[in-house]
């Protein structure tokens, strides 16, 4: 069965530092999300790629958040500096496109702890 | 603004059968998903209902009532690998996903 790939699984860094997240989606999915999740609260989207287009990057913070899909295929999402409040779930969901018939399917998840 | 509401924690027996209920009030309804999420891992997906009714999959059905705004889970014979958090997400009029916090559900023996 198909699955979404992240790596790395964990990561502890210290603050300012920089970080970077990939995910590689189904294969032929052509949507691509990433999430952050802190404990106990659902999934907050922080992009939305349609193919290699940003469709929805409205709660990215762009200070220091960055992500691309170059090929629309595999994705990176980059932090740069890391703050303490950085440290979270970030998955990686991917789709076979927007209908409202499409599920999203996630990845493992990376677990970023910000020291 | 949009707004999603379930139960923070519920705890149940196995064996037993457990509802795990969902309002929501967003801009727009175009099917509503769950997801089941174990500790420290990713969500993965249960079931999706865009029309009113029950949708029965093995041990887990979801109900949906638009007009009330209302969805329920209903997991049968538990089991202790049911202990987790089931999140509650509506895809609005934009399309985008509006999510739950999430139920965290305790199964005892």
């Known amino acids: 069965e198909a699955e979404v790939a992240q790596s790395p699984r964990y990561k502890i860094t210290e603050k300012s530092q920089a970080v970077a997240f990939w995910c590689d989606p189904i294969s032929g999915h052509a949507t691509l999300y990433w999430y952050r999740q802190i404990l106990g609260q659902g999934p907050e989207l922080l992009v939305q790629?349609?193919?290699?287009?940003?469709?929805?990057d409205s709660q990215l913070p762009k200070d220091r958040f960055s992500a691309e899909r170059l090929k629309g295929v595999d994705s990176t999402l980059k932090i740069q500096p890391a703050e303490l409040g950085d440290s979270a779930m970030y998955l990686c969901?991917?789709?076979?496109?927007?209908?409202?018939?499409?599920?999203?399917?996630f990845g493992p998840g990376t677990r970023l702890t910000v020291l | 603004g949009q707004n999603i509401d379930q139960p923070t924690e519920m705890t149940a027996t196995e064996g037993a059968i457990v509802q795990i209920n969902c309002t929501y009030q967003t801009s727009g309804f175009n099917g509503l998903f769950w997801y089941q999420q174990h500790a420290g891992e990713a969500p993965t997906f249960l079931s999706y209902?865009?029309l009113d009714g029950l949708e029965e999959k093995g041990r887990f059905s979801s109900f949906l009532s638009r007009s009330k705004g209302y969805s329920y889970l209903l997991l049968k014979e538990l089991q202790m690998k049911d202990s987790a958090s089931y999140l509650c997400a509506v895809r609005d009029s934009n399309y985008q996903l509006i999510w739950g916090a999430g139920t965290k559900l305790i199964i005892k023996p």
């Open positions: 969901a991917s789709s076979p496109g927007t209908s409202h018939t499409d599920t999203q399917y």
């Open positions: 209902n865009v």
């Open positions: 790629f349609q193919d290699e287009s940003v469709v929805d």
